[in-house]
């Protein structure tokens, strides 16, 4: 047994963080993780996947092995570099990739997405409820078409998206040699289901409804064994929240709110979808996963309150 020196004594105050300097801390490395073919033969939808989280996680589930319909609602160029991008790295188990433009909070275009993925693939395996947008504003001044925005694309959207996916999943049935699991739903959720957001208050509410939503869902369709989820990122390094993190300033601010100190990466998000979407998470549904460096554990308490 090797024999370890112990540390000098330190006051119990100086390891708090509010003694340390960033550089005192240790430096950021992000894992290594190699990509393995754990969703060979499955089929997934990614909404509002041209950018951010959803490029991050089309481009995982595609190194996986499943063929992933990119879905996008704006710039067509985006939508087909992340295509490119999902289908070409040399890998011999990639799966397919096509993008499909359609607005999730409209009716009659996610149809037409459920159809097309059919033509593509046939069916589908793993929905990845996604899109999503802020439009803020203090609660006083917020429009109604601002609240509406928010609601109908951030939570109607994944409503819409997630009853064509279960209709197609009890349709079809388990296909023990594709998966355990008749299909799987990620909802992309966020901190801001648990955390109140003064000023945002239409996507905290979005996200607050996602979460029952995901429960109630989950405990609806379990016996067909159809597994709903939700991953809730804290702070990502993504346009959507761009101000945040964009200077050194904001980078410096944000980093209060996260413990582990440092921002998350949309690689952070997409491998824990591909491992939900796996096998290896089939006893898992009906929770909501946090990605967040610690953001949900009261940062506020960190320097001992
Ligand atoms: P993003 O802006 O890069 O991605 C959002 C995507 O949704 C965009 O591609 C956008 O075009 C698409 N979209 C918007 N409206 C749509 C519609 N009607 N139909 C189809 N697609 C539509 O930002 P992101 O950070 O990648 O956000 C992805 C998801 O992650 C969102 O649901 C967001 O709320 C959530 N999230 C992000 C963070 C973060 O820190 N970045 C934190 C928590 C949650």
């Given at each position: 047994?090797?024999?370890?020196?112990?540390?000098?004594?330190?006051?119990?105050?100086?390891?708090?963080?509010?003694?340390?300097?960033?550089?005192?801390?240790?430096?950021?490395?992000?894992?290594?993780?190699?990509?393995?073919?754990?969703?060979?033969?499955?089929?997934?939808?990614?909404?509002?996947?041209?950018?951010?989280?959803?490029?991050?996680?089309?481009?995982?589930?595609?190194?996986?092995g499943a063929d992933v319909m990119i879905n996008f609602v704006g710039d067509e160029a985006s939508a087909r570099a992340v295509v490119d991008e999902a289908t070409h790295c040399g890998c011999t188990n990639r799966g397919r990739a096509v993008a499909h433009r359609a607005d999730v909070s409209d009716e009659t275009q996610v149809a037409g997405m459920y159809g097309r993925m059919r033509d593509e693939f046939g069916t589908i395996d793993i929905l990845v409820n996604n899109a999503g947008l802020q439009q803020d504003a203090p609660v006083e001044e917020m429009t109604l078409a601002q609240w509406n925005k928010v609601i109908s694309v951030n939570l109607t959207g994944q409503f819409l998206c997630a009853r064509e996916a279960v209709r197609e999943f009890k349709r079809r049935g388990v296909q023990k040699d594709v998966s355990c699991a008749a299909g799987k739903i990620i909802c992309v959720s966020?901190?801001?289901?648990?955390?109140?957001?003064?000023?945002?208050?239409?996507?905290?509410?979005s996200k607050g409804g996602v979460f029952q939503l995901m429960k109630s869902i989950a405990q609806e369709v379990a016996p067909w064994r159809i597994r709903v989820n939700s991953i809730c990122p804290g702070a990502i390094r993504t346009p959507i929240n761009m101000p945040a993190w964009a200077t050194p300033a904001a980078y410096a601010e944000l980093m209060k709110l996260i413990p582990y100190k440092r921002i998350g990466e949309v690689e952070d998000i997409a491998r824990l979808a591909v491992w939900l979407a796996s096998d290896e998470a089939d006893y898992i549904t009906g929770t909501s996963l946090f990605v967040d460096g610690g953001m949900t554990l009261y940062p506020g308490f960190e320097a001992g309150g």
């Open positions: 047994m090797t024999s370890m020196t112990a540390p000098p004594s330190t006051p119990m105050s100086s390891k708090l963080i509010r003694n340390l300097t960033p550089d005192q801390l240790p430096t950021v490395h992000m894992p290594a993780c190699e990509a393995r073919p754990a969703l060979k033969g499955q089929k997934a939808l990614v909404t509002g996947a041209s950018s951010g989280i959803g490029r991050g996680i089309a481009i995982a589930l595609c190194a996986a966020s901190v801001h289901e648990v955390i109140p957001w003064a000023g945002h208050v239409n996507y905290a509410a």
